[in-house]
């Protein structure tokens, strides 16, 4: 499975960015999907994560209620809808898929995206 993330940019506090992760090489709708960071500096973090159906979604406390991700299966992709932007948000986003169910540690996941920048101006 091949994941390219898209849709980062520099974008003022308050504002909002829509990250896509699209899938080519297999069947993406039996992955688990999810969306961790890496600021400079820092160790990458979980941010939010989807089960196969897009039934079940959970976030990092950092990010609930301002953050939402989606998949749209037939697409093979799945989106992270980001609003209410902070300058702490800025880093680098990456996208990972795994052949299991996935959760928030970055080691249950098999595929990883080349990241996408993401900037919040203050």
């Known amino acids: 499975v091949q994941l390219q993330a898209s849709g980062g940019g520099l974008v003022q506090t308050g504002g909002s960015l829509r990250l896509s992760c699209a899938a080519s090489?297999?069947?993406?709708?039996?992955?688990?999907v999810a969306w961790f960071r890496q600021a400079p500096g820092k160790e990458r973090e979980f941010v939010a994560g989807i089960g196969w159906s897009g039934g079940i979604t959970y976030y990092a406390d950092s990010v609930k209620g301002r953050y939402i991700i989606s998949r749209d299966n037939p697409k093979n992709t799945v989106y992270l809808q980001m609003n209410s932007l902070e300058p702490e948000d800025t880093a680098v986003y990456y996208c990972?898929?795994?052949?299991?169910?996935?959760?928030?540690?970055?080691?249950?996941?098999?595929?990883w995206g080349r990241g996408t920048e993401v900037t919040v101006s203050s």
């Open positions: 990972a898929g795994a052949r299991g169910r996935g959760g928030s540690r970055s080691s249950m996941y098999d595929y």
């Open positions: 090489g297999h069947t993406f709708s039996s992955y688990g």
